[in-house]
């Protein structure tokens, strides 16, 4: 005779969610649906990965098992959203802007890639994801497939459940990669005080507004050796105009993003008259020091972009007559290289760039360093 079923029905709602839980469990429902809902927001940092991850549920219900955990236990998509929302709510909080951009760029390409090759992002094989990303690996160079694999790798751990990432197979894959194309980072160009000297003879007479801004921001950009992120992150109340030696204080950095060890830095003598002569032509007494500029020539309100900077430092080298052009990061880097040349110690230099170790800034003076080896000056007695 057959046994009756005792265990309760479970009834689902349209979105496949169970409609006989526990309180704690419909609590966790209903934070996960307005949680979840404001993540699909267009204007939230990771709304396009939201709605990659939302195609599943054209294929699973929310009550579906779509994945195993670390310890072997199954999970379900429901279980799987709601570690994803908990996990974006801790990536906003603890992450710089551009952090977030990354990750959320990384995934979207990720989940989408699954999706093409109708593969279960959250139950991948060592061999399917060696496979999906072989695409990535042939258009990648090594540096931008580490930083992928880490997004991807992040995104497995913060669920919880088997990360490809882990295995030894995918591991050798990716080393071999690295192998074949070389691991080392291009830098930017480095920005030198004589094409600095140059931009000031050719714009600091100019009553244009882009052309005083511009020798403002390049300036600053090399005396401060600043980050693009920093110096559309200035403000009129940082700047110390009044005081002997003109100050800059930074309050946060890509290093210090509570801005526990906020700073001042010194800025030149020459750099005071600019940036007062661009407040005086702009007319900018409160708010962010640099501004873009309509089309009819007028001071925008708001904060500029990132971008801004390298509008600028294209618009220096076609000036300039540069092969290769500046980047938003070259003031940093040619100023690091001036103080390496200059003799100044790492450390001294670590602490005024803000760069986490010393060790940092013999990566930004690898061109330096060169002309000091024995080789170098060898040739020079043997010409």
Request: proline content about 3%.
């Amino acid at each position: 005779m057959e046994k009756p079923n005792n265990s309760p029905t479970i009834y689902t709602n349209s979105q496949g969610l169970s409609d006989n839980l526990t309180v704690t469990e419909i609590r966790n429902q209903r934070e996960l649906a307005s949680t979840y809902d404001k993540f699909r927001d267009p204007s939230t940092p990771f709304s396009t990965l939201v709605v990659e991850v939302d195609r599943m549920s054209s294929e699973f219900r929310n009550t579906d098992i779509v994945a195993t955990s670390t310890i072997g236990n199954d999970v379900s998509l429901h279980d799987v959203k709601l570690a994803l929302v908990r996990w974006l709510e801790i990536i906003n909080n603890k992450y710089a802007e551009n952090t977030i951009k990354s990750l959320n760029y990384d995934l979207t390409i990720y989940i989408d890639l699954c999706h093409k090759h109708q593969l279960n992002p959250f139950n991948i094989s060592c061999r399917e994801f060696i496979s999906l990303s072989e695409q990535r690996r042939g258009e990648c160079k090594p540096a931008t497939m580490a930083r992928w694999c880490n997004s991807v790798s992040k995104f497995y751990q913060a669920l919880n459940i088997i990360n490809p990432m882990q295995d030894e197979l995918v591991k050798s894959v990716f080393i071999k990669h690295r192998k074949d194309k070389g691991g080392g980072q291009g830098q930017a160009r480095g920005m030198t005080f004589e094409q600095l000297d140059t931009m000031y003879d050719m714009l600091s007479e100019s009553d244009s507004l882009a052309d005083i801004r511009d020798l403002v921001a390049l300036s600053l950009m090399l005396e401060c050796l600043m980050r693009r992120a920093e110096l559309v992150s200035i403000e009129i109340q940082h700047l110390n105009l009044e005081s002997e030696t003109p100050l800059l204080y930074i309050s946060r950095s890509k290093t210090d993003q509570d801005g526990s060890d906020a700073t001042y830095v010194p800025f030149s003598e020459r750099t005071r008259r600019i940036i007062e002569r661009w407040l005086n032509l702009s007319g900018i007494t409160s708010g962010y020091l640099l501004r873009g500029l309509t089309k009819y020539g007028k001071v925008r309100a708001t904060k500029p972009a990132p971008d801004l900077i390298n509008k600028i430092t294209k618009r220096a080298s076609e000036l300039l007559g540069l092969d290769v052009n500046l980047t938003g990061h070259s003031g940093r880097v040619g100023g690091i290289q001036e103080l390496v040349a200059d003799g100044h110690s790492n450390i001294a230099i670590q602490l005024n760039a803000r760069l986490k170790t010393p060790a940092m800034v013999a990566r930004y003076a690898r061109e330096i360093n060169a002309a000091t080896l024995p080789m170098s000056e060898f040739l020079k007695r043997n010409k």
